[in-house]
């Protein structure tokens, strides 16, 4: 059975009270009750995870035991993922099919990812007389959000204790649990004392401390563009590393001549999954003026199969917001996109539910590019559909926000397709539909944040670059 009480924070190997005491209430968003608690951390517990990570830092640790260590949490985390995936559906309304697939075997597969690049990664190399060694960075503190727990975590831990790197992890308040399942997978594993460390508690003091100790080497944080803001100019004090997986407002351009039909309904299925609780949505749908009426048509379908229900129901598609806080968010932008004269196409802010942070699938229409709309993320189930007049007017739309983490390219060949994603500002496109790849880089241009995620790239985020010079051979 999934653990759903903590009172304890996990550092240096140990279960360990906070200095402080007290515990932060986690809450069903389905049914707005109390269904568990974490621990909530001070500074003090900060300050006693880095030294513990401190202590833990071997740079000279062989390829051969970070291989073993992450082969061991892979395992102990693999048994545990039916009870996960019970915990995120609770504590942040995934419904039950997405919580028992991508919240939990796509983190499978980005940690089996790692164990794969470490058996073929070339720590050093020759360039002239000079012998180039990659090195574990130093002490890691990752920072995690809520939208997909496991996730965020093995796309920051597993990379660390593959490359050598301590961590002091911070996870959000509103979906804890799961991320504490995963210590304890961690514990199962038998790591060293101080390789992961746990502290949980308010961002503004756990965050904050981490992104501003001396004794942290590297940052890795993914959340919003505001509070990622916050950390790097934490950390620029104190010229640490950070990485930055932010906010962004992707679209789903579809080109004249693509498949209408097939881009519209994986669109909406992108915008819509997580209940548009996903960085890398397709929150911007991009149609031709010549096929609008059609693709709205079409949209308004699609839409159709996405009814909200119970998390818990195998058959749901779309669950809750995951707190009070995001659900609010969420009804504001769509009453204001009201207001600036986007014509509401299906759903609204209305509630439908007494009970619960259900918002219903809402399409907008008619929605000017440089509106808040247009320009911000919502991170709900939240559709814009904006028609265009050319390709360039479509080009300019699409780079035309302060973001570029994703989105996705329609057109009749993909060559196509490749030629117009190519001038897309944004780190990451779907071409025609093509399939996630968990190994692949992943992150953002613009606001949309530094560094990269996932596979060989994310792990050489964790890698420090040294030259040696040498004598020339005789």
Not at 439 to 452: L, N
């Amino acid at each position: 059975m999934p653990n759903y009480e903590h009172t304890e924070l996990f550092i240096d190997g140990r279960w360990t009270a906070p200095s402080g005491g007290g515990v932060i209430d986690v809450v069903d968003p389905a049914t707005e009750a109390v269904i568990g608690h974490v621990p909530n951390g001070d500074a003090a517990d900060v300050d006693a995870a880095v030294a513990a990570a401190r202590q833990a830092f071997d740079p000279l640790l062989t390829v051969a035991e970070r291989r073993g260590r992450v082969q061991r949490v892979i395992a102990a985390m693999e048994k545990r993922l039916p009870d996960i995936a019970e915990l995120i559906t609770a504590e942040m309304g995934a419904p039950a099919r997405i919580a028992q697939t991508v919240q939990t075997q796509v983190p499978l597969a980005v940690a089996k990812g790692f164990a794969d690049v470490l058996e073929t990664f070339e720590f050093e190399e020759r360039i002239g007389n000079s012998l180039i060694v990659r090195e574990p960075y130093g002490v890691v503190a990752a920072i995690t959000p809520w939208n997909y727990p496991l996730y965020q975590v093995v796309a920051k831990v597993l990379p660390a204790i593959a490359a050598g790197c301590p961590v002091v992890l911070k996870p959000s308040n509103e979906a804890p649990l799961s991320v504490f399942a995963f210590i304890e997978a961690c514990e199962d594993a038998g790591l060293p004392p101080g390789t992961v460390n746990l502290v949980s508690g308010p961002g503004r003091v756990i965050g904050e401390r981490l992104a501003s100790h001396p004794g942290i080497d590297f940052v890795s944080f993914t959340g919003s563009t505001g509070v990622g803001a916050r950390v790097g100019e934490l950390a620029g004090r104190s010229i640490k590393k950070v990485a930055l997986e932010l906010g962004g407002k992707s679209a789903n351009v579809i080109l004249d001549g693509a498949d209408l039909a097939t881009a519209v309904k994986v669109g909406v299925g992108n915008a819509f999954l997580n209940s548009g609780q996903t960085c890398m949505a397709w929150t911007r749908m991009l149609v031709p003026q010549s096929r609008y009426r059609e693709a709205l048509e079409l949209v308004e379908a699609a839409v159709a199969r996405y009814p909200v229900g119970d998390p818990r129901d195998p058959a749901t598609r779309l669950g809750p917001l995951a707190s009070r806080s995001q659900f609010d968010t969420v009804r504001g932008f769509i009453e204001r996109a009201q207001r600036d004269g986007a014509r509401l196409l299906t759903g609204g802010a209305e509630p439908v539910r007494d009970t619960g942070f259900f918002v219903a699938p809402t399409v907008f229409a008619d929605v000017d590019p440089g509106s808040e709309l247009g320009q911000e993320e919502v991170f709900g189930p939240v559709l814009a559909v904006i028609p265009y007049a050319g390709a360039d007017d479509a080009l300019q739309v699409a780079n035309g926000t302060p973001y570029g983490l994703s989105g996705a390219v329609w057109a009749a060949t993909d060559d196509d397709a490749i030629a117009f994603a190519r001038q897309v500002q944004t780190g990451q496109l779907d071409i025609n539909g093509g399939a996630y790849n968990p190994t692949a880089p992943f992150g953002g241009y613009k606001k949309s944040g530094i560094g990269r995620e996932l596979g060989r790239f994310g792990f050489e985020e964790y890698l420090q670059t040294k030259s040696l010079q040498l004598k020339e051979r005789a």
